[in-house]
């Protein structure tokens, strides 16, 4: 079994190596790709990304478990459609809360306009 490295305790001229070593050692399409973003901005040692099934919320949960505790809470699962844009919608905000924050502040917004004007949203 080869022993992992860990590149954070790695000198700079020891990754700087390892990169060039891993860059001549590529095809040439993939290092056309890596010309396109620029060597010095390609980083071969990144983590990779947890799968999305394990992905957590800033409270701790995935969005499946979102979804769950919602349908249960709410009562609302009698419709596989709704259930489904609920489950797609978790999915969305635990990869990038930043990218539905407009949506979830749209929502507050709206259900506001309607207490308003006494209409159940």
């Known amino acids: ?10 000198s700079a001229q020891d990754i ?8 001549e050692k590529m095809s040439k399409r993939r290092r056309k790709f890596v010309d396109r ?3 010095e ?7 990779p990304f947890d799968p999305i099934d394990i992905r957590q919320d800033k409270t701790g949960y995935t969005s499946a478990e979102l979804s769950q505790l919602f349908i249960r ?3 609302k ?20 809360f930043e990218k539905v924050r407009p949506v979830y502040e749209f ?6 306009h309607c207490k308003k004007h006494g209409i159940e949203p």
């Open 41 to 47: 901005n390609w980083d071969p040692f990144a983590a």
């Open 16 to 23: 700087e190596a390892r990169k060039k070593f891993m860059y």
């Open 1 to 10: 079994m080869t022993k992992t490295l860990n590149y954070e305790e790695m």
């Open 37 to 39: 973003m620029g060597y």
């Open 73 to 75: 809470e709410s009562g």
């Open 107 to 112: 929502c507050l917004w709206y259900a506001e």
């Open 77 to 96: 699962h009698s419709n596989q459609e709704f259930i489904d844009q609920v489950n797609e919608f978790n999915v969305m905000m635990v990869m990038n």
